[in-house]
């Protein structure tokens, strides 16, 4: 099983609508939990931290389910510039150095 | 601008050769790491410092070798034991903090071809 599996889709949606990446991992040591984006042939960038109460940033919506070992990441009305790869990371401590464990992405094209 | 810089942006080698790509970072962080991505896939560890003069192994070591004589400089070389080392190479760097998960920021990477 890998540490952290991600749907790898691709999801193809329409402009303006809801959208949902679940993403599991397997360490129950993990402390930090990360989403990231990528774009076509460049670096991933910071989308948002996961906190365990949740977060909101704007369109964005970020929840942590320590008990079943997930996290999801909702982005409402869509836009074509979301069109993107998103990374769930994990990480099994706060402390230190960190390894970042990533995920294989999913994949997401907005459609107009 | 503070930042994390690679270089270069392609490179191509032939198959035998060792190539060393680079990775400065004057954000003044302490960890530096070197990922590598194969296409539809997601990154993989291959050597993180933590502190000048050290550096440990990361999940796919093998073939590769690091060196961290600055603080800001964490360069990668790609030995002719890496079976297959045509990639994308990515180096981040990040603060080391006590009460937070900390942001790893990227480099722009470099596409590594092995011709």
Redesign the interface.
């Known amino acids: 099983r890998k540490e952290v599996e991600q749907d790898p889709g691709p999801f193809n949606v329409p402009e303006g609508a809801t959208v949902a990446f679940n993403c599991t991992y397997s360490n129950s040591a993990s402390q930090s939990f990360f989403w990231y984006r990528q774009d076509c042939r460049k670096e991933p960038k910071l989308l948002m931290s996961v906190y365990s109460s949740g977060n909101e940033d704007g369109r964005f919506t970020a929840q942590l389910n320590r008990a079943s070992q997930y996290i999801s990441l909702l982005i409402r009305d869509s836009k074509l510039s979301d069109s993107a790869t998103y990374l769930c990371v994990v990480t099994p401590r706060i402390q230190g150095a960190q390894k970042l464990v990533f995920g294989q992405g999913t994949r997401l094209t907005i459609n107009p | 601008d503070g930042g994390i810089t690679q270089s270069p942006k392609y490179l191509f080698r032939k198959e035998g050769q060792n190539v060393t790509l680079s990775c400065e970072q004057n954000l003044n962080h302490?960890?530096m790491?070197w990922?590598r991505q194969d296409p539809?896939?997601?990154?993989?560890?291959i050597y993180?410092?933590?502190i000048v003069n050290d550096f440990q192994k990361?999940d796919i070591a093998e073939g590769y070798s690091v060196s961290r004589e600055k603080k800001e400089s964490f360069p990668l070389t790609v030995t002719s034991a890496q079976k297959n080392p045509t990639a994308?190479y990515?180096c981040a760097s990040?603060t080391?903090?006590?009460?937070?998960?900390?942001?790893?920021f990227?480099?722009?990477?470099t596409r590594l071809t092995v011709l």
């Open positions: 302490d960890a790491y990922y539809g896939q997601g990154l993989r560890l993180y410092s933590q990361g994308f990515l990040t080391i903090g006590r009460d937070r998960g900390n942001e790893q990227f480099g722009p990477g």
